[in-house]
């Protein structure tokens, strides 16, 4: 099994533990990965909002540059997922527009067909390697964790554009994974919701507000630590949520934050602090201790 693999801004900069426990986890699953050389970032939903052309000859021309390789991509990213999705829609629903696409496109050799396909990790674990394959790779009972999932934005709607009518599973994917490792996938009304990462440089008073209701709500219903298969979630809650637990009254930042790899690693029997969970700003040492307490 051997993807195009778009790892996205903050797993190659600013948590590049996230990056290293993926590497890790995908070589025990037995998935091949060439990394894009030379692919932009997918504007975060952001660069939409201003210029959605820009954004989209940025995204279709990463899924060009995937063509050219002849794979599918993966993703390690919910927002990237999301973003890619989205122009990928537009462009396949519009001959036109992706004619208009290619034109820009041409500047660089590239050209698009429309066909490639994009998948977020968590939806390979789910659909390609399957959920038996997968628990049958974990050496490490979790059955006495309680983990929160925390999706986020944009890899649930639009459903239309993330395939979630063909694929529905995917709408609880996070949930069904969780479970896989004998855990208990926490229930609470954020789990869908906005991190807040889109707003934090405009209002981070707003910002800092969903953080804290998340991460606080995550654990008043009995979460261990938070999962999230998104890096930018990640960044949020885990860096911001000292601040905004604080700010909010909401008690002391208390909740892991982990990025899906990490989980699927630790069930593995991977050293956490070779997946990287001792790098986190949130003080992971307690939850680590944990995890040797608990399952012994």
């Known amino acids: ?56 000859v940025l995204n279709i021309r990463t899924l060009a540059l995937a063509e050219q390789m002849g794979l599918s991509v993966m993703t390690i990213c919910s927002t990237c997922q999301g973003v890619i999705s989205q122009a990928n829609h537009r462009v396949v629903n519009n ?6 696409i290619n034109k820009e496109l041409e500047k660089e050799g590239l050209h698009y067909s429309g066909k490639t396909e994009v998948k977020h990790l968590l939806w390979i674990l789910l659909e390609d390697i399957g959920i038996q394959k997968l628990q049958d790779m974990f050496s490490i009972d979790l059955s006495s964790f309680n983990f929160a999932p925390f999706y986020g934005c944009y890899l649930i709607r639009p459903s239309d554009a993330l395939g979630i009518t063909e694929n529905p599973k ?38 800092l507000k969903m953080v804290a209701k998340h991460t606080g709500d995550a654990k008043d219903n009995g979460a261990d630590a938070m999962v999230t298969p998104c890096p930018l979630c990640h960044l949020n809650l885990d860096g911001y949520q000292a601040k905004a637990r604080r700010q909010n009254k909401r008690g002391k930042a208390d909740l892991p934050i982990l990025h899906l790899p990490q989980l699927i690693g ?17 003080s992971t040492a307690n939850f680590i201790k944990s995890i040797k307490t608990k399952v012994s």
């Open 1 to 56: 099994m051997k993807f195009a693999f778009y790892p996205g801004c903050v797993a190659r900069g600013a948590a590049p533990e996230l990056y290293k426990s993926t590497m890790l986890v995908v070589d025990k699953l037995g998935i091949e990965l060439e990394e894009i050389e030379k692919a932009a970032c997918t504007g975060a939903g952001v660069l939409q909002e201003k210029n959605q052309k820009l954004g989209d």
């Open 95 to 100: 001959p036109e527009y992706l004619e208009e």
């Open 170 to 207: 995917r709408k609880h994917s996070l949930d069904i994974v969780i479970e896989s490792t004998g855990a208990l996938a926490t229930d609470y009304a954020g789990k869908t919701r906005c991190c807040g990462f889109p707003i934090l440089l405009i209002n981070q008073k707003n910002s």
């Open 266 to 282: 630790m069930a593995m029997g991977l050293d956490p602090k070779e997946l990287g969970i001792n790098k986190h700003l949130v």
